[in-house]
Nanobody, 117 residues
Framework: QVQLVESGGGLVQPGGSLSLSCAAS????????MGWYRQAPGKQRELVAT???????TYADAVKGRFTISRDNAKNTVYLQMNSLKPEDTAIYYC???????????WGQGTQVTVSS
């Protein structure tokens, strides 16, 4: 079973930055699409960004120009650099792995990001 562990969440002021990390266990990371999702209280979980095994990226319109997703296959880790944070970015951020060969997926436990003054 694939295990995903997020880290890097915390409390920051509007306009600040945070960097999230998600470390994956197992041997299928290199052939997987990785994604970051977020869920705020009372709202549905939404896509933030994805990165494929070929390093193609996608971003939600709400975070374009502010967030950057990247991956390090040697470390089995995906990152989310978040800049110019806004209060509406406050949510639990979840890491997702999707095997490109089979389409099965796994989720991390989530890490809390709070943007508040």
């Amino acid at each position: 079973q694939v295990q995903l562990v997020e880290s890097g969440g915390g409390l920051v002021q509007p306009g600040g930055s945070l960097s999230l990390s998600c470390a994956a266990s197992g041997s299928i990371f290199r052939v997987s699409t990785m994604g970051w999702y977020r869920q705020a209280p009372g709202k549905q979980r939404e896509l933030v960004a994805t990165i494929t095994s070929g390093y193609r990226t996608t971003y939600a319109d709400a975070v374009k120009g502010r967030f950057t997703i990247s991956r390090d296959n040697a470390k089995n880790t995906v990152y989310l650099q978040m800049n110019s944070l806004k209060p509406e970015d406050t949510a639990i951020y979840y890491c997702k792995l999707a095997d490109e060969r089979r389409g099965n997926s796994a989720w991390g436990q989530g890490t809390q990001v709070t943007v508040s003054s």
